[in-house]
Each structure stands twice: as C-alpha cells, then as structure tokens.
C-alpha cells in the first residue's frame, strides 16, 4: 500500500494491485485562497468524499473513470471492501455543521481508516463497530473537526500501528486552525517523512505505535 499525501485531507491509496483511492480531494484556491494546495489530476479508480464541502469533495479535476462514494454502506470496488460510517462534523450531531463520514478502506490485508472532518471524540458502540485499524488518517488542526487533545484520545481508543495526521496549517492553509507540532508535541515515536509518500505493507507494521508526518505533495 502507497500512502500519498496531497494535502490538507487528500490522499492518494495505491494498493499492491494499482488500485488508486483519492480521499477528500479539495478545491484548490477555495474559501477566497485560503486553500491554495495544488489542482489534484492524478487518475482514481475509487473516490471517497466524507462530505459536501468544497475543501473535500471537489472531483472535477481527478481523471479517469472512478467510482465515487460519499454515503454511509458497505462497498466492493475494484476487489477492495469501503465502508463508510456516519458520523458528525461537530460536537452537537451535526446541527452546526452536518454530517461526516468515516471511511474504513481494506486493502492489502490492512485497515486504513480516513476519519473525514471527524468533529467529536467516539463512543465506545462506535469504536467497536469501526473495530481493528492499521493505519489512522486523522484530523488534528481543531476549530472544524476535532483538536489534538480529542485527536489523540480517538488514536488511543482505535490503537492503530500508524497515525498520520491532517487537516493542519500549514502555508497553504490559513484556517483558523492549529499546526500539526500540537498534535505530535511530547508524543513518542513521531517521525517525519520529509516526503509526500510512503509504502506501508503489512508485515513490515511497527510493533509499536508510529506517529507518521507527511508533507504535502502539492
């Protein structure tokens, strides 16, 4: 499994089998400029959208022919199982800013799960429904989503092998959000890739959890 980090909550997941999986892809230049990462015109098989907003559910620019999910079920595309979980976008069940969805991928005999705009900490019924996971793409920047304190919690209940943060400020982002040095301050075992991309497989896990940070590739 390639992991590619665009940007902001978009990712690019390559399977052993070429199977490409966009998440989250954003509107470059939306919000007045305030997202400014680059155009994402890679090819998908599969697009997975967590929500209807513009810094997550912009598909105009991806090529090819791609399946694109964006409610809650269960999904067999390309030889892969998808399941999107409801869940919400804040802390008052969606009344401030609707609903999320958390998207389970199973692919080359890991678990990655994409928690979307995830905007509350989980419930111990919905932890056991979302069950084991491998590798956690989680929020940390708060203000929308979750913060790093409430990030940190759902990485401690899932218990993931690998955690990679997102939907932080960076120079392309100027939400009113935090930076990811909140989320991996005084963590143990944080590496920085110094790289957009990563090849993660599964007999190669850490035996003990890693904190991964990518850069943004555009």
């Not at 665009?6 to 399977?15: E, K």
């Not at 105009?60 to 030889?79: L, M, S």
Request: charged share 30%; glycine share 10%.
């Amino acid at each position: 499994m390639k992991i590619k980090f665009y940007g902001h909550s978009a990712f690019m997941l390559r399977t052993d089998a070429g199977v490409r999986i966009i998440t989250d892809p954003y509107q470059s230049g939306a919000f007045g400029g305030a997202l400014s990462y680059g155009k994402i015109i890679d090819e998908a098989d599969i697009v997975l959208s967590s929500h209807d907003h513009d810094d997550h559910n912009y598909i105009k620019d991806i090529k090819g022919k791609f399946t694109y999910i964006t409610k809650a079920g269960t999904y067999n595309v390309g030889g892969l199982k998808i399941k999107a979980i409801s869940s919400h976008h804040d802390s008052s069940k969606g009344k401030d800013r609707g609903n999320n969805l958390i998207f389970l991928v199973d692919a080359d005999g890991l678990i990655i799960m994409h928690a979307g705009d995830l905007g509350h900490t989980l419930e111990k019924e919905a932890v056991e429904e979302i069950g084991k996971v491998d590798i956690l793409l989680i929020p940390v920047g708060g203000f929308y989503t979750i913060d790093a304190l409430e990030a940190t919690k759902i990485m401690t209940d899932l218990k993931p092998a690998v955690t990679i943060p997102m939907h932080f400020k960076t120079d392309k982002c100027t939400f009113p959000i935090s930076d990811v040095e909140e989320f991996i301050g005084g963590k143990k075992n944080v590496k920085r890739a110094k790289t957009s991309e990563i090849e993660i497989k599964k007999e190669s896990l850490p035996k003990e959890h890693e904190i991964i940070v990518l850069e943004y590739a555009l």
